[in-house]
């Protein structure tokens, strides 16, 4: 079974300020996918990121940075000084599976999520 | 570029109607998802179906059913309604190859379900 852990429920931050919303997961599957998606008020899931189990590098894009740590089993998100239009609810998510063969169609399992707040 | 189409965006329900959700994945795309997502709650997953089959599923009730078409879109059937059933349905599509590891799900804009 898999499980994605965000034990940050909400988190508040003036303006500028960097952030990182932590997410634990666990499944046991030797390959995997992994999810970062942002939910505005408007409802919408946005898509911010995938990483594959296979790759442990870094990445960034502009003000974002995700730190993937297969030891710990963590994907952490990392916002650099933040924006009010960064507000919105961020979602971890986890797809156990990588098909290499067609077919397989496994649903995304997803964290809590963590209500993130900018003040301006 | 073309994106996931949900129709209705807005549904408006008394307790024990019936509802029907419908998805229109993105061109090529072959392989659909459903998933409910309650006020304040993460998305569930609840079913998926590959070339018209279904592949995979995860909590849907036994009111709901689901299928997909020749042309690949999706309708998800909701009866007996309950208040508990008024949640945002996303549904999501992806594109299997074989021998291609890439198994993104693109999400649609989801229906809003209210039951009153």
């Known amino acids: 079974a898999q499980k994605v852990t965000q034990a940050q429920t909400e988190i508040s931050v003036v303006e500028k300020e960097d952030v990182t919303l932590d997410c634990v997961y666990e499944?046991?599957?030797?390959?995997?996918?992994l999810f970062w998606y942002k939910q505005p008020p408007s409802g919408e899931l946005v898509f911010l990121i995938r990483?594959?189990?296979?790759?442990?590098q870094n990445e960034i894009s502009g003000r974002y940075s995700w730190n993937f740590q297969k030891s710990t089993s963590s994907f952490n998100f990392t916002i650099t000084a933040s924006q009010v239009v960064d507000s919105a609810v961020y979602f971890c998510a986890l797809d156990p599976t990588i098909t290499y063969s067609g077919g397989g169609a496994d649903g995304l399992t997803f964290g809590k999520g963590t209500h993130l707040i900018i003040q301006p | 570029a073309a994106g996931v189409i949900q129709s209705p965006r807005h549904l408006i329900k008394e307790k024990r109607e019936t509802a029907t959700l419908k998805c229109y994945p993105i061109?090529?795309?072959?392989?659909v998802y459903w998933y409910q997502q309650g006020p304040g709650q993460d998305p569930q997953f609840l079913i998926s179906?590959?070339?018209?089959?279904?592949?995979d599923k995860g909590s849907i009730p036994d009111r709901f059913s689901a299928q997909q078409f020749s042309d690949y879109h999706s309708e998800l059937n909701m009866s007996s309604l309950e208040l508990g059933d008024s949640a945002l349905y996303f549904c999501?599509?992806?594109?299997?190859?074989?021998?291609?590891?890439?198994?993104?799900?693109?999400f649609g804009p989801g229906t809003r379900l209210t039951v009153l």
């Open positions: 499944t046991r599957d030797t390959t995997y996918y």
């Open positions: 179906f590959y070339e018209k089959m279904q592949s």
């Open positions: 999501a599509s992806s594109v299997t190859v074989g021998g291609n590891p890439y198994n993104e799900q693109f």
């Open positions: 061109p090529r795309h072959d392989t």
């Open positions: 990483r594959n189990s296979f790759d442990e």
